[in-house]
T-cell receptor, first 110, second 111 residues
Framework: SQQGEEDPQALSIQEGENATMNCSYK?????LQWYRQNSGRGLVHLIL?????REKHSGRLRVTLDTSKKSSSLLITASRAADTASYFC??????????FGKGITLSVRP | SQTIHQWPATLVQPVGSPLSLECTVE??????LYWYRQAAGRGLQLLFY??????ISSEVPQNLSASRPQDRQFILSSKKLLLSDSGFYLC??????????FGPGTRLTVL
């Protein structure tokens, strides 16, 4: 079964705007990761946030984690057309296996 | 640096035919290896994972099987393909730090 549920399912924004994507999960986790997938390609790891962390930055990416609400958000600032892709959250629990959500399709209009 | 290869990139097979997809990893030793399937517009479904040569764990009962004949080689097979086996198959590796690194994938269409 899939643990992570991303929201919204699809997002369309103008280049230069910020994109915010949310992920909710059901059971306790060790960490949460975000991956990107360009159409027809493999997944690329973006960022990992551990359960004892609340916020993490990497370049134009900002990830937050609220374990009390069992939710995470991925913010992409100053979006570019090249950010157009599907974004997945994935959680790791006690069994150490990654469980992926269904993904969010982000379209950045030039 | 580590690289992961999958082949073939695309495959069209008739129902009932056999299947063999290969995944190889370079630049690392004793990785954990994973096979996922991604249906159109869906997330990833874990099919098999392996923590070592000859060690295979199956997550979903189906007509697929996996083997790991060498440390950095992971093979996904089927004796008779079904229409429902169509999808995008992804191989991934990790070294126990939770982050997985994915191959380019194989697009399988069963007709």
């Amino acid at each position: 079964s899939q643990q992570g549920e991303e929201d919204p399912q699809a997002l369309s924004i103008q280049e230069g705007e910020n994109a915010t994507m949310n992920c909710s999960y059901k059971t306790s986790i060790n960490n949460l990761q975000w991956y990107r997938q360009n159409s027809g390609r493999g997944l690329v790891h973006l960022i990992l946030i551990r359960s004892n962390e609340r916020e993490k930055h990497s370049g134009r990416l900002r990830v937050t984690l609220d374990t009390s609400k069992k939710s995470s958000s991925l913010l992409i600032t100053a979006s570019r057309a090249a950010d157009t892709a599907s974004y997945f959250c994935a959680t790791t629990g006690a069994n150490s296996k990654l469980t992926f959500g269904k993904g969010i399709t982000l379209s950045v209009r030039p | 640096s580590q690289t992961i290869h999958q082949w073939p990139a695309t495959l069209v097979q008739p129902v009932g035919s056999p299947l063999s997809l290969e995944c190889t990893v370079e630049g690392t030793s004793n990785p954990n290896l994973y096979w996922y399937r991604q249906a159109a517009g869906r997330g990833l479904q874990l099919l098999f994972y392996s923590v070592g040569i000859g060690q295979i764990s199956s997550e979903v009962p189906q007509n697929l099987s996996a083997s790991r004949p060498q440390d950095r080689q992971f093979i996904l097979s089927s004796k008779k393909l079904l229409l429902s086996d169509s999808g995008f198959y992804l191989c991934a590796w990790e070294l126990g730090a939770d982050t997985q690194y994915f191959g380019p994938g194989t697009r399988l269409t069963v007709l």
